[in-house]
Protein backbone atom coordinates (compact mmCIF):
# COMPACT_ATOMS: atom_id res chain seq x y z
CA UNK A 1 0.00 0.00 0.00
CA UNK A 2 1.62 3.43 -0.99
CA UNK A 3 1.39 5.44 1.97
CA UNK A 4 4.06 8.70 3.05
CA UNK A 5 3.90 10.43 6.75
CA UNK A 6 5.47 13.45 7.16
CA UNK A 7 5.14 16.31 9.45
CA UNK A 8 4.32 20.13 9.27
CA UNK A 9 3.69 23.18 11.98
CA UNK A 10 0.71 25.08 11.37
CA UNK A 11 0.90 28.30 13.70
CA UNK A 12 2.98 26.47 16.34
CA UNK A 13 1.02 23.11 15.89
CA UNK A 14 2.78 20.33 14.97
CA UNK A 15 0.71 18.06 12.19
CA UNK A 16 1.28 14.68 10.92
CA UNK A 17 0.16 14.11 7.63
CA UNK A 18 -0.29 10.20 6.38
CA UNK A 19 -0.73 10.28 2.67
CA UNK A 20 -2.34 7.03 1.38
CA UNK A 21 -4.97 5.52 -1.50
CA UNK A 22 -7.90 7.35 -0.28
CA UNK A 23 -10.92 9.93 -1.64
CA UNK A 24 -11.37 12.56 0.74
CA UNK A 25 -9.40 14.32 3.50
CA UNK A 26 -9.72 13.22 7.44
CA UNK A 27 -8.63 15.87 9.88
CA UNK A 28 -8.55 13.72 13.77
CA UNK A 29 -7.05 14.66 17.13
CA UNK A 30 -6.32 12.18 19.36
CA UNK A 31 -5.70 11.68 22.81
CA UNK A 32 -4.15 11.46 25.54
CA UNK A 33 -2.28 14.80 24.30
CA UNK A 34 -4.28 16.08 21.60
CA UNK A 35 -1.99 14.53 18.69
CA UNK A 36 -3.20 16.36 15.47
CA UNK A 37 -2.83 14.06 12.23
CA UNK A 38 -4.83 14.80 8.54
CA UNK A 39 -5.35 11.73 6.71
CA UNK A 40 -5.16 12.96 2.57
CA UNK A 41 -5.18 11.46 -0.69
CA UNK A 42 -1.97 10.97 -2.39
CA UNK A 43 -2.30 14.33 -4.70
CA UNK A 44 -2.84 16.45 -2.14
CA UNK A 45 -0.18 19.39 -1.40
CA UNK A 46 0.89 20.39 2.40
CA UNK A 47 -0.72 23.89 1.41
CA UNK A 48 -4.31 22.24 0.99
CA UNK A 49 -3.59 20.54 4.23
CA UNK A 50 -2.51 24.13 6.15
CA UNK A 51 -5.61 25.35 5.30
CA UNK A 52 -8.02 22.42 6.46
CA UNK A 53 -6.22 22.78 10.02
CA UNK A 54 -6.64 26.87 10.11
CA UNK A 55 -10.28 25.94 9.45
CA UNK A 56 -10.64 23.71 11.80
CA UNK A 57 -8.21 25.59 14.73
CA UNK A 58 -11.16 26.11 16.82
CA UNK A 59 -12.25 22.76 16.75
CA UNK A 60 -8.54 21.63 17.31
CA UNK A 61 -7.92 23.51 20.43
CA UNK A 62 -11.37 22.72 22.01
CA UNK A 63 -10.64 19.03 21.44
CA UNK A 64 -7.18 18.86 22.95
CA UNK A 65 -8.74 21.05 26.11
CA UNK A 66 -10.70 18.46 26.99
CA UNK A 67 -7.48 16.02 26.50
CA UNK A 68 -5.61 18.07 28.67
CA UNK A 69 -8.67 18.20 31.32
CA UNK A 70 -9.17 14.45 31.14
CA UNK A 71 -8.10 12.05 34.79
CA UNK A 72 -4.94 10.28 34.78
CA UNK A 73 -3.55 7.73 37.22
CA UNK A 74 -0.20 8.28 38.62
CA UNK A 75 2.32 6.02 38.41
CA UNK A 76 1.51 2.45 40.46
CA UNK A 77 3.35 1.58 43.46
CA UNK A 78 1.47 -1.11 44.13
CA UNK A 79 0.74 -0.52 47.28
CA UNK A 80 -2.60 -0.87 49.70
CA UNK A 81 -4.71 1.94 48.84
CA UNK A 82 -4.36 2.64 45.46
CA UNK A 83 -6.83 2.41 42.95
CA UNK A 84 -6.66 0.35 40.33
CA UNK A 85 -9.35 -0.28 37.51
CA UNK A 86 -11.23 -3.28 35.57
CA UNK A 87 -13.46 -3.57 33.37
CA UNK A 88 -14.29 -0.08 33.82
CA UNK A 89 -14.43 -0.42 37.70
CA UNK A 90 -12.54 1.52 40.36
CA UNK A 91 -11.14 -0.90 42.97
CA UNK A 92 -8.62 -0.17 45.79
CA UNK A 93 -6.00 -2.26 46.49
CA UNK A 94 -5.01 -4.37 49.09
CA UNK A 95 -2.06 -6.40 49.33
CA UNK A 96 -1.82 -9.84 51.38
CA UNK A 97 1.27 -11.07 52.19
CA UNK A 98 1.34 -14.81 52.44
CA UNK A 99 3.18 -17.90 51.51
CA UNK A 100 1.98 -19.67 48.40
CA UNK A 101 1.58 -18.76 45.03
CA UNK A 102 0.91 -14.97 44.27
CA UNK A 103 -2.81 -14.31 42.99
CA UNK A 104 -5.68 -12.13 42.16
CA UNK A 105 -8.64 -11.84 43.96
CA UNK A 106 -11.60 -9.81 43.67
CA UNK A 107 -12.68 -9.90 47.42
CA UNK A 108 -16.27 -7.85 46.61
CA UNK A 109 -17.20 -4.90 44.06
CA UNK A 110 -14.82 -2.68 45.46
CA UNK A 111 -11.57 -4.10 46.65
CA UNK A 112 -9.03 -6.24 44.64
CA UNK A 113 -6.65 -8.16 46.62
CA UNK A 114 -2.99 -9.29 46.10
CA UNK A 115 -1.92 -12.03 47.25
CA UNK A 116 1.58 -12.25 47.33
CA UNK A 117 5.35 -12.95 49.52
CA UNK A 118 6.63 -10.40 51.99
CA UNK A 119 9.65 -9.51 49.98
CA UNK A 120 7.62 -8.95 46.87
CA UNK A 121 8.34 -5.64 45.42
CA UNK A 122 6.36 -3.49 43.37
CA UNK A 123 8.11 -4.32 39.84
CA UNK A 124 6.82 -8.36 41.16
CA UNK A 125 3.16 -7.14 42.13
CA UNK A 126 2.82 -5.70 38.50
CA UNK A 127 3.48 -8.54 36.77
CA UNK A 128 1.17 -10.45 38.99
CA UNK A 129 -1.56 -8.19 38.13
CA UNK A 130 -0.83 -7.87 34.47
CA UNK A 131 -0.85 -11.33 34.41
CA UNK A 132 -4.21 -11.87 35.77
CA UNK A 133 -5.50 -8.92 32.95
CA UNK A 134 -4.17 -10.21 30.56
CA UNK A 135 -6.00 -14.12 32.04
CA UNK A 136 -9.14 -12.25 31.75
CA UNK A 137 -9.02 -10.63 28.46
CA UNK A 138 -8.33 -14.11 27.39
CA UNK A 139 -11.79 -15.19 28.67
CA UNK A 140 -13.61 -12.32 27.57
CA UNK A 141 -12.30 -12.30 24.27
CA UNK A 142 -13.04 -15.46 22.26
CA UNK A 143 -17.24 -15.44 22.66
CA UNK A 144 -16.96 -11.62 21.70
CA UNK A 145 -14.52 -12.44 18.47
CA UNK A 146 -17.31 -15.23 17.63
CA UNK A 147 -20.15 -13.49 17.64
CA UNK A 148 -19.19 -10.54 15.84
CA UNK A 149 -17.62 -12.33 13.20
CA UNK A 150 -20.62 -14.40 12.97
CA UNK A 151 -22.28 -11.06 12.40
CA UNK A 152 -19.45 -9.45 9.88
CA UNK A 153 -19.46 -12.77 7.66
CA UNK A 154 -15.55 -12.74 8.45
CA UNK A 155 -12.96 -14.55 10.52
CA UNK A 156 -9.50 -13.38 11.79
CA UNK A 157 -6.96 -15.80 11.52
CA UNK A 158 -5.80 -15.23 14.83
CA UNK A 159 -5.75 -12.74 18.01
CA UNK A 160 -3.68 -11.16 20.76
CA UNK A 161 -3.09 -9.55 23.59
CA UNK A 162 0.09 -7.18 23.97
CA UNK A 163 0.97 -4.06 25.55
CA UNK A 164 0.60 -0.88 23.04
CA UNK A 165 1.70 2.66 23.77
CA UNK A 166 -0.01 4.10 20.58
CA UNK A 167 -2.99 2.10 19.94
CA UNK A 168 -6.10 0.57 21.74
CA UNK A 169 -5.99 -2.23 19.06
CA UNK A 170 -4.54 -3.12 15.46
CA UNK A 171 -5.22 -5.23 12.43
CA UNK A 172 -2.71 -6.58 10.05
CA UNK A 173 -5.28 -7.16 7.05
CA UNK A 174 -2.74 -9.45 4.94
CA UNK A 175 -2.45 -11.91 7.60
CA UNK A 176 -5.85 -11.48 8.80
CA UNK A 177 -4.05 -10.86 12.50
CA UNK A 178 -5.71 -8.68 15.16
CA UNK A 179 -4.04 -7.35 18.27
CA UNK A 180 -5.67 -6.10 21.39
CA UNK A 181 -4.15 -3.66 24.29
CA UNK A 182 -3.68 -5.30 27.74
CA UNK A 183 -5.35 -2.03 29.20
CA UNK A 184 -8.38 -2.67 27.79
CA UNK A 185 -8.99 -5.26 30.77
CA UNK A 186 -9.18 -1.81 32.57
CA UNK A 187 -11.73 -0.30 30.44
CA UNK A 188 -15.23 -0.90 30.46
CA UNK A 189 -16.29 -4.59 28.46
CA UNK A 190 -18.74 -2.27 25.20
CA UNK A 191 -15.33 -0.55 25.27
CA UNK A 192 -13.55 -4.00 23.97
CA UNK A 193 -16.37 -4.83 22.35
CA UNK A 194 -16.30 -1.76 20.02
CA UNK A 195 -12.27 -2.57 19.68
CA UNK A 196 -12.96 -5.86 18.49
CA UNK A 197 -15.69 -4.96 15.80
CA UNK A 198 -13.46 -2.15 14.69
CA UNK A 199 -10.92 -4.38 14.18
CA UNK A 200 -12.79 -7.08 12.68
CA UNK A 201 -14.11 -4.54 10.34
CA UNK A 202 -10.77 -3.86 8.64
CA UNK A 203 -11.07 -7.52 7.38
CA UNK A 204 -13.69 -5.78 5.23
CA UNK A 205 -12.29 -2.42 4.48
CA UNK A 206 -8.66 -1.86 5.28
CA UNK A 207 -9.43 1.98 5.31
CA UNK A 208 -10.86 4.31 7.61
CA UNK A 209 -12.93 5.74 4.95
CA UNK A 210 -16.39 6.21 4.55
CA UNK A 211 -17.30 2.54 3.88
CA UNK A 212 -15.58 1.98 6.65
CA UNK A 213 -17.78 4.18 8.85
CA UNK A 214 -20.85 3.05 6.94
CA UNK A 215 -20.20 -0.48 7.89
CA UNK A 216 -19.82 0.21 11.91
CA UNK A 217 -23.15 2.39 11.65
CA UNK A 218 -25.04 -0.11 10.11
CA UNK A 219 -23.55 -3.20 12.31
CA UNK A 220 -22.59 -0.89 15.88
CA UNK A 221 -25.30 1.90 15.59
CA UNK A 222 -23.71 3.26 19.25
CA UNK A 223 -20.10 3.13 18.42
CA UNK A 224 -19.11 6.28 18.75
CA UNK A 225 -20.33 6.23 22.60
CA UNK A 226 -18.36 3.61 22.99
CA UNK A 227 -15.65 5.26 21.37
CA UNK A 228 -15.75 8.27 23.69
CA UNK A 229 -16.18 6.24 26.28
CA UNK A 230 -12.92 4.46 25.96
CA UNK A 231 -10.91 7.68 25.30
CA UNK A 232 -12.57 9.46 28.34
CA UNK A 233 -11.85 6.15 30.63
CA UNK A 234 -8.66 7.27 32.87
CA UNK A 235 -5.93 7.23 31.39
CA UNK A 236 -2.56 5.31 32.52
CA UNK A 237 0.61 6.98 33.58
CA UNK A 238 1.66 5.97 30.41
CA UNK A 239 -0.42 7.11 27.71
CA UNK A 240 -2.55 5.20 24.96
CA UNK A 241 -5.00 6.53 22.52
CA UNK A 242 -6.86 5.16 19.53
Known amino acids: MNTEQRHITVQGLSVQIVRKAIKNLHLGVYPPHGRVRVAVPLAVGDEAVRLAVIGKLGWIKKQRAKFAAQPRQTEREMVSGESHYFLGRRYRLRVVERDGPSRVVLRNRTTLELHMRSESDASAREQVLQRW????LRELVPPLLAKWEAILGVQAASWGIKKMKTKWGACNVDARRIWLNLELAKKPVQCLEYLIVHELTHL???????????????????WRRHRQELNSAPLAHESWSY
Open 204 to 222: IERHHNDRFVSLLDRHLPH
Open 133 to 136: YRAR
